[in-house]
Nanobody, 123 residues
Framework: QVQLVESGGGLVQAGGSLRLSCTAT????????MAWFRQPSGKEREFVAT???????NYADSVKGRFTISRDNAKNTVYLQMSNLKPEDTAEYSC?????????????????WGQGTQVAVSS
């Protein structure tokens, strides 16, 4: 059974930083891309960042220059370092893995999802 478990969310003031982690069990994703999405309350899930097995990264324009995605293949873990956080970054953040034929920038592009971790940024 594949499980993705996120951690590291919390409440932070605007301008602060948080580091999210997502560890996969039940399947090794070393040779597959992994991604982070977020879902603000009352809105649809949206793409945040993705990283390939070789370390190539892509970011949503809204987080470019502030967020950094990385991975530790030995630990089957993907990270999201978030800096200069803004109130509009408040959302539930989920990691995703296991690509489908869908777009890598859309939720239907992934099979496996974590349960999510809440990030709240106060102004």
């Amino acid at each position: 059974q594949v499980q993705l478990v996120e951690s590291g969310g919390g409440l932070v003031q605007a301008g602060g930083s948080l580091r999210l982690s997502c560890t996969a069990t039940g399947r090794v994703f070393t040779f597959e891309p992994m991604a982070w999405f977020r879902q603000p309350s009352g809105k649809e899930r949206e793409f945040v960042a993705t990283i390939t097995c070789s370390g190539t990264t892509n970011y949503a324009d809204s987080v470019k220059g502030r967020f950094t995605i990385s991975r530790d293949n030995a630990k089957n873990t993907v990270y999201l370092q978030m800096s200069n956080l803004k109130p509009e970054d408040t959302a539930e953040y989920s990691c995703a893995a296991g690509r489908t034929r869908g777009s890598q920038y859309a939720p239907n592009g992934y099979v496996y999802w974590g349960q999510g971790t809440q990030v709240a940024v106060s102004s």
